[in-house]
C-alpha cells in the first residue's frame, strides 16, 4: 500500500462492536490506512447472542474473525472482550485500551442493542437497554477517552448514528406508522445533540467529534433480518470511509458534524476504497429512497 494512503500511521484506534457488521468494516478501514486497531465486543472466539423482539438469536460474527481479516490485510488489530451491559467492563474499557495500545488517538462509538417494538408493547428492560447503550455508554467512553486525547493534544471521536435520528415526514409510510424504532430512533436524536455539544467542548483542544450513519440500511449479519430481501441497500465501504474522513483531520478542520455514508463521499468527492485501502469502489449518488432531511454536505 501507497504511503500516502497510511493517513493514521502511528495512531491508535478503539472501535466497538467490531465483531461483525460496520464495526469490524471501519475497524478494517483504520487498520489498512495504518492505525493499530483495538477492536472490542462481547464475542472474542465464539458468537453471541442477541435480543431480538424479545427472543435471544445467535448472531455471527467475532473478535479473532476481525482481527483474522487484518492481520491478513497487513494490518494490526489488538482484540480486548468486553460485554458493556456490564458496568465493570464498561468503565475499565478505556484504562484496558490505553494500556494495550500505549494510547489512544480515536474512539469510534459504534457498539449497540437492538430490540424493538411498539410504545404500548415495549418493557422498561428494553427502554432502559436502549438507553444504557445508544446513550450512557458513547457518554461514559467519550469521557473517560478525553483526558487521554487531551494529554496528546489531539484526538477524534466518532459515534455511529442512525438516518432514524431524523423526523419521520408526512404523509407517513407504512413502515413508519408500523413503528418499533422509537426508542432506538430516540436515543440516536440525542446522541446527535451530544456529538455537536461536545465538539464545542473539545474544539480548543483540537479534539474532534463527528457522528457518521448509514444513509438508507446497511445488510449487517445484526440488521439483515429487519432489512426485507426486496429493500435496495447500501455497501458498507462507503460508511467506513467517511469514517476515516472524520477521523484524521485537526478539530478546527472538520469536528461537529452530522453526516450520512452516502451523502458525504458524493458531495465531497471523496473516493471510497475497499476495506483494506488497496481497491477503489465507483462514485455512487446518493438514493432516491434516503431520508428527505438530508441535505448536502460539504466537508
Not at 483504520?30 to 448472531?59: H, Y
Not at 458496568?87 to 475499565?92: A, L
Not at 430490540?115 to 455508554?137: C, K, P
Not at 467519550?142 to 487521554?148: F, K
Amino acid at each position: 500500500m501507497a504511503d500516502d494512503s497510511q493517513v493514521l500511521r502511528g495512531k491508535v484506534a478503539l472501535v466497538t462492536g467490531a465483531s461483525r457488521g460496520i464495526g469490524r468494516a471501519i475497524a478494517q478501514r483504520f487498520a489498512g490506512a495504518g492505525a493499530t486497531v483495538l477492536v472490542t465486543a462481547r464475542s472474542l472466539d465464539k458468537p453471541s447472542g442477541g435480543i431480538r423482539f424479545n427472543t435471544v438469536k445467535l448472531v455471527p460474527g467475532t473478535l479473532a474473525e476481525t482481527v483474522a481479516l487484518i492481520e491478513q490485510a497487513g494490518g494490526k488489530a489488538i482484540p480486548i472482550a468486553a460485554d458493556l451491559d456490564k458496568p465493570v467492563e464498561r468503565d475499565s474499557l478505556i484504562a484496558r485500551a490505553v494500556a494495550l495500545g500505549g494510547g489512544l488517538d480515536i474512539l469510534v462509538n459504534n457498539a449497540g442493542f437492538a430490540d424493538y417494538g411498539r410504545a404500548e408493547n415495549l418493557s422498561l428492560e428494553t427502554f432502559d437497554r436502549t438507553i444504557e447503550h445508544y446513550f450512557r455508554v458513547p457518554f461514559v467512553l467519550s469521557r473517560d477517552a478525553i483526558p487521554h486525547m487531551k494529554a496528546k493534544g489531539a484526538g477524534w471521536i466518532v459515534n455511529v448514528g442512525s438516518v432514524t435520528a431524523l423526523a419521520p415526514t408526512k404523509p407517513y409510510a407504512d413502515y413508519v406508522k408500523a413503528g418499533g424504532e422509537l426508542i432506538y430512533a430516540s436515543c440516536k436524536a440525542a446522541l446527535n445533540r451530544f456529538t455537536q455539544g461536545l465538539a464545542a467542548e473539545l474544539l480548543d483542544y483540537n479534539i474532534a467529534v463527528n457522528e457518521i450513519g448509514p444513509s438508507t440500511a446497511i445488510r449487517t449479519p445484526g440488521a439483515s433480518e429487519l432489512i426485507p430481501e426486496s429493500f435496495p441497500t447500501e455497501d458498507v465501504e462507503y460508511l467506513a470511509e467517511t469514517a476515516l474522513a472524520l477521523a484524521h483531520l485537526p478539530a478546527a478542520e472538520r469536528t461537529g458534524m452530522i453526516t450520512y455514508s452516502m451523502h458525504y463521499p458524493y458531495d465531497n468527492d471523496l473516493t471510497v476504497h475497499t476495506l483494506d485501502g488497496r481497491g477503489t469502489l465507483p462514485r455512487r449518488a446518493p438514493p432516491e429512497w434516503s431520508h428527505p432531511g438530508i441535505v448536502s454536505d460539504r466537508g
